[in-house]
């Protein structure tokens, strides 16, 4: 166990050294085991943020470990200019997960680089500029993305942002028709706009982004970094409604906390990808491969899209049953609970004191949920416990 005098240092070293761009909570966290992490003085924390939604097989998970440990031994990393079998074992698995219209990954690093690489292939294939994104959206930092971000607070003091990127209404088409036209290449969202205070839209919403984009030509692009990878009780939220997009941006939790992106996309686009058309070192090197085709296995061995449904369902109950909660809203382990008063910050620091980790959004009334997917009902019972504690 660190001591105290070490765990000071460890803050202070972090203050001093790391550019500090984010507000911590105020302890050091040296190990996890699935849902639990504990700190450098030995308390265990429930872990429902997963590290931002990246830990989808909970921390550490033994073959996840392993996994990662027999590839280091073997080969860390070779770029693409190699055939690689932990490369080519992780595309088939990913793609397999993917509705049948996607049959092809490109991979990459992170959510950002997935989703700009989706709108730069929508641009190159259609020759046009124009994108549309939502209004509460969030795809990330680097220029396209962030110009891409309905958000405004992200796009502040970011010029000059890209060109041709236009903000509709979030689940309103008139206003997706009102932007559309034979300039558009891409539609972009987050099917549920999380970081915007987990908001889904209608059914309807969707299948008509499908056809409005059939009609004039522009490629349907799903960013899901978050809602991916089995967070809403299915792999992916494409295919809900029967609606599939062209392309799927994944990130966060597909190699369960190795860094790692993908764009999944339509044979029709692939082929019209030529070599140099698209590119980066690190993208879908050995390791990362490894924890991806694991992260794949654990989810299915362990029946964790059924684990999803099944205890979200009961989370979702339990929580609608409570006085101080005005709204849950979301899908799976994708949560986004309500309170009356605007006091989502006070709530998110009332659990702490129990040990207990959740998330904020930008919408200051809606404390966010994203658990690792082996969450199980013993712990969300636990969650329900402190929650009621607080009023
Ligand atoms: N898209 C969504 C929906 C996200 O939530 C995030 C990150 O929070 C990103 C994109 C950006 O991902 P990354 O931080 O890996 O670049």
């Known amino acids: 166990m660190t001591t105290q005098l070490q765990l ?25 085991d699935d849902v639990w992490v504990y700190t450098s003085e030995g308390e265990r924390y429930l872990d429902l943020y997963g590290g931002h939604a990246v830990v989808s097989t909970g921390h550490s998970h033994p073959r996840i470990v392993k996994a990662i440990t027999d590839q280091a031994q073997r080969l860390i990393f070779y770029s693409n200019l190699v055939y690689n079998d932990a490369r080519a074992r992780a595309a088939k698995k990913l793609v397999e997960t993917a509705p049948e219209l996607l049959s092809k990954a490109f991979f990459v690093n992170s959510g950002t680089e997935a989703n700009e690489n989706a709108m730069k292939i929508a641009r190159m294939l259609t020759g046009r500029q124009k994108i549309i994104s939502f209004e509460g959206g969030f795809h990330g930092r680097t220029p396209g993305s962030v110009s891409a971000t309905g958000l405004a607070k992200y796009r502040e003091n970011v010029s000059p942002l890209l060109e041709g990127h236009v903000y509709a209404e979030f689940g309103n088409i008139d206003s997706v028709n009102s932007l559309l036209d034979d300039d558009t290449a891409a539609i972009i969202l987050e099917p549920i706009q999380s970081m915007g205070g987990v908001r889904m839209a209608g059914a309807q919403f969707y299948k008509s982004l499908r056809e409005r984009c059939d009609d004039i030509g522009a490629m349907l692009i799903y960013d899901e970094v978050q809602t991916g990878m089995g967070r809403t009780g299915e792999f992916y939220f494409a295919g809900r409604f029967d609606v599939v997009p062209d392309m799927i941006a994944l990130a966060k939790g597909i190699a369960s906390g190795v860094p790692m992106g993908a764009v999944l996309m339509t044979d029709a686009i692939a082929g019209e990808m030529k070599p140099g058309d698209l590119g980066t070192t690190f993208g879908g090197g050995p390791l990362a491969c490894a924890a991806l085709e694991a992260t794949v296995d654990v989810i299915r061995d362990e029946g964790l899209l059924e684990n999803v449904r099944e205890n979200s369902d009961y989370l979702f109950a339990e929580l609608r049953k409570m006085l101080l909660v005005e709204e849950v809203r979301g899908l799976g382990y994708l949560v986004g609970i309500k309170f009356r008063d605007g006091t989502a910050k006070s709530v998110q620091q009332g659990l702490l004191e129990k040990k207990i980790i959740t998330g904020l959004s930008e919408d200051p009334d809606v404390l966010r949920l994203l658990p690792p997917l082996t969450l199980r009902r013993p712990e969300i019972d636990l969650f329900l416990d402190g929650l009621s504690g607080i009023s």
């Open 8 to 32: 000071e240092n460890l803050i202070d070293i972090e203050e001093q050294y790391q550019v500090a761009t984010y507000k911590k909570f105020p302890f050091v966290i040296e190990r996890g």
